[in-house]
């Protein structure tokens, strides 16, 4: 059985806790239920992650790429939060890797501020996924599942 690695990026541990017009009432625990679910269903062991941390991605990357090679890994999904528009870091790991990846976001980045057009994330992604809310999570699952 190959894994699904769902990479979650800064402040995504405080859903739940306020904007709930933007990002609903789920908390992360509940995402995790939902992509549990989701992986059960389509024949995947779940890998799923917080980070505040930049480099803690970039470092979850690299260990994604290997396990992807060893044949072990299906790919990764990231929610790389508000460094989906800064970081030039997790664009080379991802690109530097070789690793699949689907960009989600929970929000429609395209229908809010103009800083949130721009990703850093989109170039090197194979799929990207925005406003569906946290449902998003298990379309991005069942999408990993049909690349396999
Ligand atoms: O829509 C998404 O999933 C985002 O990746 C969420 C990021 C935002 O910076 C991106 O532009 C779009 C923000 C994640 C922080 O989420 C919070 C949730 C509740 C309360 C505070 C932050």
Same mark, same amino acid.
């Given at each position: 059985m190959k894994t699904a690695l769902i990479l979650n990026g800064?402040? !995504?541990? !405080? !859903? /739940? +806790?306020? #904007?709930? +017009?933007?990002y609903g009432t789920h908390t992360l625990d509940d995402v995790k239920?939902?992509?549990?679910a989701a992986c059960a269903s389509h024949g995947f062991a779940l890998d799923f992650r917080q980070?505040?941390? #930049? =480099? #803690? !991605?970039v470092e979850w990357l690299h260990e994604a790429g290997r396990l992807q090679a060893a044949g072990q890994l299906a790919g990764v999904i990231l929610n790389a939060g508000a460094y989906t528009h800064t970081s030039v870091a997790l664009h080379d790991a991802?690109? =530097? +890797? /070789?690793?699949?990846?689907i960009e989600l976001h929970i929000s429609n980045v395209h229908a809010r501020e103009p800083f949130r057009h721009h990703s850093f994330i989109s170039p090197a992604a194979k799929a990207v996924m925005a406003g569906f809310g946290v449902q998003g999570y298990a379309l991005a699952v069942a999408g990993l599942a049909g690349l396999k």
């Open positions: 800064p402040n !995504l541990n !405080l !859903l /739940g +806790t306020r #904007e709930p +017009t933007v239920a939902l992509c549990d980070s505040n941390h #930049e =480099g #803690e !991605l991802i690109k =530097g +890797t /070789g690793v699949t990846l």
